[in-house]
């Protein structure tokens, strides 16, 4: 059976998570998502979207240790599981097999990629 395949935003976050190694919780994973993907991104919809991921067995989180910026609580922490990488890399090869045979999408500038 293949792996489960996350929906677009899951794949989004799940990405961000795994560039963030260890270091991912809410706010830095909507950073993340904000930079490389040049859009706004509302901060509820990653919090909700990684307890969703969680649930599936796509990211596990822990309990930092309390921090003096955050007036002494901790943050939760994800990383992403086998699972979840398993779930991104099978959506990519899907999508490969979508774009194989059709023409290199065009740059901004309208040359071609």
Aim: glycine share 12%.
């Amino acid at each position: 059976m293949p792996p489960q395949r996350p929906g677009d935003f899951e794949q989004q976050v799940l990405l961000a998570v795994w560039r963030l190694e260890g270091a991912a919780y809410g706010a830095s994973v909507r950073d993340e998502l904000e930079e490389r993907t040049g859009a706004g991104v509302a901060q509820g919809a990653v919090y909700t979207t990684l307890i969703r991921l969680e649930k599936k067995g796509f990211v596990q989180s822990r309990l930092s240790d309390p921090t003096p910026v955050r007036g002494g609580k901790a943050k939760r922490l994800f990383r992403i599981t086998a699972e979840g990488r398993a779930g991104v890399q099978e959506v990519r090869r899907a999508m490969d097999r979508l774009w194989e045979g059709l023409p290199a999408p065009e740059s901004p500038t309208g040359d071609s990629v």
